[in-house]
Structures are given as C-alpha cells and as structure tokens.
C-alpha cells in the first residue's frame, strides 16, 4: 500500500502543478479570439497571480529543480502579463 502510494506520489509533484494548469489557460487566453468576458478576464489574472505565487514558494527552496521551476514560473508570469496587458491596449 504505502509503495503504492510512493509510486503516486512521484508521478503527481506538486512541482508540477503550474506546467498542467496555470500555463496552458493562460496559453490559451492568450490566442482565444475575440474579446474577454468578465469570467475569462478573472480566470486569466488568477492563473498570473497562481504563477506568481508558485515561482515564489519555489524559489525559496535550496534545490536547484526547485528554484530552476520556480524562476521559470515568475518569467512565464511575466510575459503572460506583459501579453495580456499589450492586448488590452491594443
């Protein structure tokens, strides 16, 4: 049971979480046509704001995965804003 669940557990990292969630809803906001309902606009900042939040926790750690994860996450948070924000004005 317990090898079990270390098996689980390896293949689910919570690491991982922003790669399957957070990116491609941003990825795919991004490319959508058309204007953004209040609903889309909301779950496109919360998806940044979730970015933000991991790349900190993240970056805190001492292992290099960690931190690699983490920066990467805080960069992608900072294009998908500077994305969202030019097509806003634009």
Not at 49 to 63: D, K, M, N, Y
Request: hydrophobic fraction near 55%; charged fraction near 15%; glycine fraction near 8%.
């Amino acid at each position: 049971m317990f090898k079990m669940k270390k098996e689980w557990g390896d293949w689910i990292n919570p690491l991982y979480l922003p790669l399957f969630t957070a990116i491609p809803i941003d990825l795919w906001l991004l490319i959508k046509k058309g204007s953004y309902a209040s609903v889309e606009l909301s779950m496109y900042i919360i998806a940044i704001l979730f970015l933000i939040f991991s790349g900190a926790v993240e970056t805190s750690q001492e292992e290099v995965k960690h931190r690699l994860f983490g920066y990467i996450y805080l960069v992608s948070a900072l294009i998908f804003g500077a994305c969202g924000l030019i097509i806003w004005l634009g």
